[in-house]
Nanobody
Framework: QVRLVESGGGLVQPGGSLRLSCATS????????MRWYRQAPGKQRELVAS???????NVADSVKGRFTISRENAKNTVYLQMNSLKPEDTAVYLC?????????????????WGQGTQVTVSS
């Protein structure tokens, strides 16, 4: 069974940093585009950052200059480095991606979501 598992969330003071990880498991051949979303209470899910298989990145204007997305293809893992955190960054952060996975027909490209990790920025 293919899974995306986020870790690294927690409680941090304003101005602090956290590094989120998205580890994959299961019969995975490779990762294509990977993304971090966040969902705050009462708000729509927001795309925070994305990275292509080749390493090209995009980040939302709201986090530009503070958040960095990266990936380690050998480990099929994606990271989100979050610096200068603000209270408005408080949300559940979810990993999302397109994966090449084993199937009865060979190899399929499918989209998966993780369960999320809570990030709370508060003094």
């Amino acid at each position: 069974q293919v899974r995306l598992v986020e870790s690294g969330g927690g409680l941090v003071q304003p101005g602090g940093s956290l590094r989120l990880s998205c580890a994959t498991s299961g019969n995975i051949f490779s990762l294509y585009a990977m993304r971090w979303y966040r969902q705050a209470p009462g708000k729509q899910r927001e795309l925070v950052a994305s990275i292509t298989r080749g390493g090209s990145t995009n980040v939302a204007d709201s986090v530009k200059g503070r958040f960095t997305i990266s990936r380690e293809n050998a480990k099929n893992t994606v990271y989100l480095q979050m610096n200068s955190l603000k209270p408005e960054d408080t949300a559940v952060y979810l990993c999302n991606g397109d994966l090449a996975v084993a199937s009865t027909g060979g190899v399929d490209r499918r989209e998966y979501w993780g369960q999320g990790t809570q990030v709370t920025v508060s003094s």
